[in-house]
């Protein structure tokens, strides 16, 4: 039947985020086999005969945002170590605890990641992290929709003792979730800092040949650009570009050290840069010359960085902060404006994620990955623009509904793929063992 | 009875901000009379004889934070115009809707103001703004603790032609509220370049004569700087200064445009200093020197500012903002540790606040202002420290319960004193008043 669906929805608004940017007033959307099958007025949509009508009332559906660089599994060590200088922070506290590292503990604390993910609004991440494929699993667990990859490091790690081995679990994972709706695999060597120039070449290589995403992090401080130089006589951009790294295929996270030439590059190579707002303001890496990016027409997304830089992982924050930062930082109250840093953050996000041409948008064949917002919270009150209470307003909270690929999977307080309470109860013990481990 | 008392509160946390900023695991508090009558571990608190045990579980108890500087009433234009260049945003938008001003609205927008304060773990207010026998009407009402003051303006505003009419109104809404537990009166000159001499000279005399604090805007623009010496042949502080305007009882709101003589002159003089970080980003006014100020060991407090320049009134967020902002644009990671900035949020907006000397702690015969978080939320897990959870994870959607002067003004998403659905039916028909007037 052509007018039947799985999920019909009905709330006070629908911010589309489509070519036209369409807000639509009392709207419906038709869910049939995790695709919007049709998206319009109430009006036109009331005749579909759906298996379950969710009426939302007044609330507000929007594409679910896409956090386009994290680190999930760092949800274990929040708030445990903060207000410290960046090397003293990552070797005297967060390198000690990551050494003793295991599989279990990255799927526990992914999965806390991703509960916090899809309770405030994000329902897609690009992740990379040790042990990925504990990461992975909790993705699955959760039902998030995650791209995935192994770190890959010049020195041994607690999840890989050589960088080839890594490789190869990148291949495996990548087999493991060919075709899978949700799940990707990206190559993931972790910075030009921290890698050689045969990892990196072997790492493009096998982007290359598997056709995946290559995810670092690039730029990211003055220090990095200074190591690059004095070991490669390139900054760290230039020095990517040397080695053939620079291709739409690349995510590129921080950008923090770069340079007006710099963009012009990576927009030529077509990479997406991704933007971390709050983590390079508490860990002082700098101030992303966003502005600048923006009128470089680059593609541009957002990520939260792990949760001990941050420490939460909240796309509602890290949109107010690139609204707010980059207005204070360059004296001009017109950067950034809301509905860019909403493209960012839904957008852009897809665009990393590489997963499917539709995503970061509520429209006909789109992938029915949405959230809907409380709007009688009094902080959403009154309004007159729902892009600006989505940016300046709203803190996430007000999330009441997360959908990926049309299954609810967060509604008032419930995660409908796991036990959330016993998941407390796994933290707390993590919380022991990395207590344990310290003394 | 010793061991008797109103209410007993128990939960797994209590941040008492006292003078030792002691942090209770399993923790109890006696509230006898709107006071706290006895705090401590459970195993010494569970005697107590109480009306109402609120057995609040794995929540984190602390003090209610305080908003230093605000404009309530604003929530009205929420989102009605962002993203503009300021003197474009103020002439053009705010002001024209702000002319034709009415009590009614002023009541009804700073009430829902207040619901939003309440609900995101304000219990207290510094407030300026027009009409402001409407404001403190709707505080009454919302039964949070609130210090208001009529604007003062060198031109008519809508609430008053001329400025000797606002300082009458300001001595009587002294008198009418003189010993009021909650409610307490400032004189409130807008800033230095909306008033004159005559003004600013009235306005020191009559805080002097009737014991009350002076709240102003001051040193918010290097504009404001410009033609302050322009008009005057001082900088605004010294200006300030030369008027005798500068004395423990003054509360000067952002600060952007001052040096570290003038932070040494107000730390002299006792002026309690308020940073609005999320206000000084949107409107690009500049980042105040906070890092400096911190150093001068001044009395700071932290403000949202009105809702129109933010968009929302949620001191975490601007807890949130004072930590990040000064750490990315000092390049110091350990600028504004967490505590000092929780400090600010309380203690701070304590002696802005001037009502009673143990506000803003938790600590026998302090008033019993407090609220309590759920720390069952997925960004408050795991938890390491309570405090650097409250200023970095926190996003003050996670309180489930504000109290003030002993009595549960919020719980769980109701408010105690007033019918919250029928002020959202009143807040439709402001919005509808105020897109009829601009149309």
Redesign the interface.
């Known amino acids: 039947m052509e007018n039947q669906c799985t999920t019909l929805l009905h709330s006070a608004f629908i911010v589309t985020q489509d070519a036209q940017r369409r807000i639509i007033e009392d709207g419906g959307i038709a869910v049939k086999q995790g695709r919007i099958a049709a998206i319009g007025a109430w009006q036109e949509m009331r005749h579909w005969q759906a298996q379950e009508v969710l009426e939302l009332g007044n609330m507000l559906i929007m594409p679910g945002l896409i956090n386009a660089h994290t680190h999930a599994t760092m949800?274990?060590l929040?708030?445990?170590a903060?207000?410290?200088?960046?090397m003293e922070?990552l070797t005297g506290h967060i390198f000690p605890v990551e050494a003793r590292l295991k599989p279990e503990v990255v799927r526990v604390a992914s999965l806390?990641g991703f509960?916090?993910m899809l309770?405030?609004g994000t329902t897609a991440c690009v992740d990379m992290y040790l042990f990925e494929s504990a990461v992975l699993q909790a993705a699955v667990q959760a039902g998030i929709r995650c791209q995935g990859g192994e770190g890959l490091f010049a020195f041994p790690s607690a999840a890989c003792p050589h960088w080839q081995q890594g490789l190869e679990q990148t291949r495996a994972l990548a087999e493991k979730y060919k075709g899978n709706e949700r799940i990707s695999v990206a190559v993931t060597p972790h910075s030009v800092y921290t890698t050689n120039d045969a990892l990196l070449i072997a790492a493009r290589d096998m982007a290359a040949e598997l056709d995946l995403p290559l995810h670092i992090h690039l730029a990211e401080t003055t220090e990095e650009t200074a190591q690059s130089l004095s070991q490669h006589g390139l900054r760290p951009i230039a020095y990517a570009e040397s080695l053939g790294l620079l291709s739409p295929r690349t995510i590129a996270a921080h950008l923090v050290d770069s340079t007006e030439e710099e963009h012009s590059l990576l927009a030529q190579r077509g990479v997406t840069a991704v933007h971390n707002p709050?983590s390079?303001?508490?860990?002082?890496?700098?101030?992303a010359p966003l502005p600048q990016m923006l009128a470089h027409a680059m593609p541009l997304a957002l990520g939260s960085d792990g949760?001990t830089s941050?420490?939460?992982?909240?796309m509602f924050?890290e949109m107010?902060?690139a609204?707010?930062?980059h207005?204070?930082?360059?004296?001009?109250?017109?950067?950034?404006?809301?509905q860019s840093v909403l493209d960012m953050a839904t957008h852009g996000g897809a665009r990393a994620l590489q997963q499917h041409p539709l995503l970061g948008m509520l429209a006909v064949d789109a992938p029915a990955d949405l959230i809907a917002l409380d709007l009688?919270?009094?902080?959403m009150?009154?309004?007159?623009?729902p892009v600006?209470?989505l940016v300046?307003?709203a803190?996430?909270?007000?999330v009441r509904l997360s959908m990926v690929a049309g299954e609810v999977l967060y509604r008032d307080g419930l995660f409908s793929r796991f036990d959330y309470p016993a998941l407390?109860q796994e933290?707390?013990a993590?919380?022991h063992w990395?207590?344990k481990k310290q003394a």
Chains 1, 2 share one sequence.
């Not at 009150?381 to 623009?385: R, T």
């Not at 803190?395 to 007000?398: A, F």
């Open positions: 949800t274990f929040r708030g445990f903060d207000d410290l200088p960046l922070w806390l509960a916090e309770r405030t709050s390079n303001m508490k860990l002082a890496s700098g101030i949760p941050n420490n939460r992982m909240n924050t107010h902060h609204a707010l930062l207005k204070g930082h360059s004296g001009n109250a017109a950067a950034l404006p809301a009688n919270e009094p902080n009150q009154p309004l007159y623009s600006s209470h300046y307003a803190t996430g909270m007000e407390l933290v707390a993590v919380r990395v207590l």
